[in-house]
């Protein structure tokens, strides 16, 4: 068991702090004291003897062989196939960003090797998640008679049987959980098949656009095999790996093992602006600096799912397959402004949806619904209530038919994807499926009572084991003038953090607040002042109504505090600093 910091057992938001690795242990690693990045990268849960292949995680040292994974061969040799015979091909996409990027990495690719090749991604309110069985005839009447769907699939057997019926071949690519049973496709190309052996398993916490790419290897392994690249050039895989990397974040998959070497290397690939499109959306990001992983999961990945949430679907995967400057302009500046229509769409769901989760204040899982919410936005509700609420939530949006579409996220320990797929194979659910952290479902109104009930039964002991081991796990100890931009430096090569690959922590002060206020939506904002003369600034997100929230508030210069959360560079103004992005704090007397 991890040992305390500081003595805290009970921090103002109720929680111990806990070291992320036991001062015993690192006392015992006998490293120079400025080893910190060993440090890091040992409480991340590197072995000693992995150190060096961890410090820089390039893809060569990580990359699995595309073949240990079942049906990759087939389908890479039917695409093959497809290519030398000059077939059209479609690539049909989910509408959110790993769907958007796996089937903009493919048709890039299969672009480049002179394939007539399109995406489809379904309009979220007309089609809903993933491939229906009149949507892919329709391609196939349309001239493609292979199509292979990108983050999505694992579920669709009664459309698979359909396009099978109409002579057309499907190729699934996904990485949502599977059922004992499969889709009858030509291949299913998925590491969280029941029947995958261990190795291949084991990569089962990569995005769909990981396993996108992992085929698009396999593809070209099997061209070059035949000789296709004697007379001609082969395509650069590497140069699309700013699309996984973006979709490995948005995705929020563990950026640990083969992951986070894809978004590193990913990162490097964005910086040089060479994809039009994700250029353009970094310029009406504002992002002037080379994007970290951050950027992308707070500030290109929301835009691209404006689109898909509450504009039009395609408008992501248009955006980053284009190779005209003008298009992509005009395309950044639409999801920019659905992306601010979205978060007004937001607020008013969230709300509701805060009100409505009182009801469920003593139950492991919050589940709520409403009629007419807007379902483009209660992913990100489900995320925000499961901030808020420290449990599963799920949100569930009815329409005037009586048909409730719901997406949920967990949190540490709890497996909602497994509990959906156990609800749909216990007929509450008419269509659901996703992984441990975030699934969606598709429910009758009149079951949801029910689908709460089996929930709560069903999570209440691993809600319960994941809250009794709940506490903030810390890196470091600074005092206030540690908080500065040599530190964010210096801790910068232990990254890319997001994930299952956590930005330090660290605890510093003891400190006083000299000024505080409310910013933006519900942000909280501290000017702190330490012992040893240092200011900086300090904010906590969506957090100034809470209970943390109003203690701080409340509270002057005439007592101390304990303040825990990650030093961020701030490079606005003529010069950088650093403030602290505070997630909890504790009486320092």
Request: aromatic content about 4%.
């Amino acid at each position: 068991m991890n040992e305390n910091v500081l003595g805290i057992t009970h921090s103002l938001s109720g929680q111990a702090w806990n070291w992320r690795r036991s001062s015993a242990d690192m006392a015992s690693e006998n490293l120079a004291p400025d080893d910190l990045i060993t440090q890091l990268l040992l409480a991340r849960g590197v072995a000693r003897d992995d150190l060096d292949r961890q410090r820089a995680p390039a893809l060569r040292s990580f990359m699995p062989n595309p073949s240990i994974f079942r049906d990759m061969d087939s389908a890479a040799e039917r695409i093959a196939n497809a290519i030398e015979a000059g077939e059209a091909i479609t690539i049909f996409g989910d509408y959110d960003v790993d769907g958007a990027t796996s089937a903009a990495l493919l048709v890039r690719l299969l672009r480049s090797l002179d394939v007539p090749a399109s995406a489809y991604i379904p309009d979220r309110l007309m089609e809903g998640y993933g491939p229906s069985g009149p949507a892919l005839v329709k391609i196939g009447e349309a001239g493609s008679r292979l199509i292979v769907t990108v983050d999505c699939g694992a579920q669709a057997f009664d459309a698979i049987d359909q396009a099978n019926a109409a002579g057309i071949e499907v190729i699934i690519v996904d990485h949502h959980q599977c059922a004992t049973t499969l889709p009858a496709a030509f291949a299913v190309v998925n590491p969280n098949r029941l029947d995958e052996d261990a190795e291949a398993a084991s990569h089962g916490n990569l995005a769909a656009v990981g396993v996108a790419f992992l085929l698009g290897a396999a593809i070209l392994r099997t061209l070059r095999g035949r000789g296709h690249f004697a007379n001609r050039p082969e395509p650069v895989l590497m140069d699309l790996l700013d699309l996984v990397a973006l979709g490995t974040v948005a995705d929020v998959a563990r950026l640990t093992g083969f992951n986070r070497a894809l978004v590193t290397q990913g990162l490097k690939i964005m910086a040089r602006r060479g994809n039009i499109g994700l250029s353009a959306l970094m310029d009406a990001a504002r992002l002037t600096k080379p994007p970290t992983a951050s950027d992308m999961g707070f500030a290109l990945g929301p835009r691209i799912n404006a689109g898909g949430r509450v504009g039009k679907s395609d408008l992501g995967v248009r955006l980053l397959t284009t190779n005209d400057p003008d298009e992509a302009a005009e395309i950044s500046q639409e999801l920019n402004r659905l992306n601010e229509e979205r978060r007004a769409i937001e607020a008013g769901v969230l709300d509701e949806a805060m009100t409505a989760s009182a009801a469920t204040a003593n139950a492991p899982v919050a589940l709520v619904s409403g009629q007419g919410w807007h379902p483009g936005v209660i992913g990100i509700v489900a995320g925000r209530l499961k901030e808020k609420l420290k449990r599963p939530a799920i949100v569930i949006a009815v329409d005037e038919d009586g048909i409730g579409k719901g997406s949920g996220r967990s949190i540490n320990g709890v497996d909602l994807g497994a509990a959906i797929l156990a609800a749909k194979e216990m007929g509450l659910l008419v269509a659901g499926g996703g992984h441990a952290m975030a699934a969606g479902l598709t429910v009758q109104a009149d079951k949801i009572d029910a689908l709460g009930a089996f929930f709560n039964e069903r999570l209440a002991g691993d809600v319960e084991r994941a809250n009794q081991g709940r506490a903030l796990l810390i890196d470091a100890v600074l005092a206030p003038r540690g908080i500065s931009p040599t530190w964010c430096d210096a801790i910068e090569s232990a990254g890319p953090y997001g994930a299952g690959w956590p930005a330090p922590r660290v605890i510093t002060g003891p400190v006083r607040i000299v000024e505080s206020g409310i910013v933006g939506t519900d942000h909280l904002r501290l000017i702190v002042s330490g012992e040893d003369g240092a200011r900086f600034k300090a904010i906590a997100f969506r957090a100034a109504e809470t209970e943390m929230g109003q203690i701080l508030l409340s509270t002057r210069g005439n007592r101390r505090l304990w303040l825990a959360g990650r030093a961020k560079r701030d490079d606005w103004g003529n010069r950088p600093t650093a403030e602290l992005h505070l997630e909890d704090a504790a009486w320092a007397d």
